[in-house]
């Protein structure tokens, strides 16, 4: 397995004023392996927290490959990533909200950056609100401080794509700190266990929960 891909989901991410949302990201994800699949095996891991039971069904029922993990009790975002990083088969995860889409190209590129840059064990890209801005840059900008530069402070859907040796080493994400101030400790604490931490300007998710105005 070269790639496992953890979604976050919620009773919040299958409303009728939001439609699917994981079903939404699923089926551009299966897109994006099927482009892929002679080149690389991708794992996806749904971790679902205190849905109605069966509102995932249709997601199941469309692509069977995917791994649903519920809980029927509510997860915060970092025990929701924990418990899929414990599941997930391959040595690089990549960190997904479901309310998120993925831009097109970034699992290949996923792959390739990790044997790229083979010290740096995070990687963090940007979120765009409905559409994608054009790429600015061919390579990732190195990263010194340890807080995450997010796209107008907000924090929960920038995707990160992690090495899971190192999280697992570290003791993963802090399941007592909210999603932003996790995600900034972890990259505090990959440095302090002196691998890297690099910004990945062509690593981009679209935010779905956001309408425009």
Not at 93 to 108: I, Y
Not at 175 to 198: N, P, T, W
Request: one cysteine or more; hydrophobic letters at 40%; glycine letters at 8%.
């Amino acid at each position: 397995m070269d790639l496992s891909i953890i979604i976050r989901s919620d009773k919040r991410h299958n409303t009728e004023q939001s439609g699917n949302q994981v079903e939404a990201l699923v089926s551009v994800l299966q897109m994006e392996i099927e482009s892929i699949r002679h080149q690389a095996a991708v794992e996806v891991i749904v971790v679902d927290s205190a849905s109605a039971e069966g509102d995932l069904r249709s997601v199941i029922q469309q692509f069977p490959s995917v791994r649903l993990v519920p809980s029927a009790l509510e997860l915060n975002p970092p025990q929701s990533y924990n418990l899929g990083a414990n599941l997930a088969r391959s040595r690089s995860l990549l960190f997904l909200s479901a309310d998120t889409l993925l831009a097109h190209g970034s699992l290949l590129k996923c792959l390739d950056m990790v044997v790229q840059y083979p010290r740096c064990s995070l990687f963090y890209g940007r979120l765009f609100e409905h559409h994608v801005n054009s790429v600015g840059s061919n390579s990732p900008t190195g990263h010194s401080g340890g807080a995450l530069a997010f796209e107008n402070g907000v924090g929960h859907g920038v995707p990160l794509l992690v090495s899971k040796g190192v999280l697992l080493e570290i003791g993963g994400f802090d399941e007592h700190l909210e999603e932003l101030q996790s995600q900034q400790d972890l990259c505090q604490r990959i440095k302090a266990f002196g691998r890297e931490v690099m910004a990945w300007d062509e690593f981009r998710t679209v935010d779905l929960s956001r309408k425009p105005a």
